[in-house]
């Protein structure tokens, strides 16, 4: 992923004309590890998931002969994240997290060759997931956090990211994974606001936040769908010409947590 999405993020968070975070907002708050008072510890965290399904029916010819054969694959994905970041009491933005932490599990199955009457042979293929290592810099153009403030309210934009834990899913059978269409893990974004005062009566606030449906950015949907005899089921769309049988085609993804912004004292 490019820094594109980050940008769209840290832009949100400054529109409204940000401005260094007051002093008070260092009078409360706690931070195990030995930080500067008034420094601002951000967490961002979450669960999510998503499914992914189609079914190409077996095409052309009759009786024993077919040119594709019946197809139906299945795929469940899911994870949890947790980046900190440090960052100094007027706030600012931070892309090198301070702990980071999440994992998750990809599972498809595949059914294949379901040719008048043939016997399926089922595939399966699993893939784990992991937080970026900090050791490896190619790896952290995720995760990032903003932390603006302006008039009466600070708002925190956040993105993150999980990482295949291995180059390659472990397959049995004869297929591949095939991959959800759309990878929210790879794709995690957040932005939250809350007012000025609370933070500094308390130290400690937080929000939470859900992403199901509209988009994790400009052109992706988190769900779609398509069953006709022109759908594509490498988009979910309905797309120009058609087949012999009609296909099915489904994805759906969310994840939800909580931004939370602690004062060090």
Request: charged share 10%; aromatic share 6%.
């Amino acid at each position: 992923m490019s820094r594109k999405l980050f940008w769209i993020i840290a832009v949100s968070a400054a529109a409204a004309g940000a401005t260094p975070l007051a002093s008070a907002l260092a009078a409360r708050g706690s931070e195990p590890r030995a930080l500067p008072k008034g420094d601002l510890v951000v967490t961002f965290s979450g669960t999510g998931g998503g499914s992914y399904r189609f079914h190409q029916p077996a095409l052309g010819g009759d009786g024993s002969a077919c040119r594709v054969a019946d197809t139906t694959y299945t795929e469940i994905d899911t994870y949890h994240w947790s980046y900190r970041f440090v960052l100094p009491p007027g706030g600012g933005s931070s892309d090198t997290p301070s702990t980071q932490a999440g994992g998750g599990q990809l599972s498809g199955t595949q059914q294949l060759l379901q040719c008048a009457g043939a016997a399926a042979v089922t595939s399966t293929c699993t893939q784990g997931l992991r937080a970026p290592l900090s050791s490896n810099s190619a790896e952290l153009a995720y995760p990032g956090v903003t932390v603006g403030a302006s008039g009466r309210f600070v708002t925190v934009g956040a993105v993150g990211e999980l990482v295949p834990s291995t180059p390659q899913p472990i397959c049995t059978g004869l297929s591949v994974r095939v991959g959800n269409l759309v990878e929210g893990f790879s794709q995690l974004q957040a932005s939250v606001s809350f007012p000025r005062a609370l933070l500094a009566s308390t130290g400690d606030a937080a929000r939470r936040f859900t992403m199901a449906g509209s988009g994790l950015y400009r052109g992706v949907t988190l769900s779609g769908a398509c069953d006709s005899a022109s759908c594509a089921v490498s988009t979910c769309t309905d797309g120009s010409g058609g087949v012999e049988a009609p296909s099915v085609c489904s994805f759906n993804e969310s994840y939800s947590g909580t931004i939370e912004v602690r004062v060090v004292r």
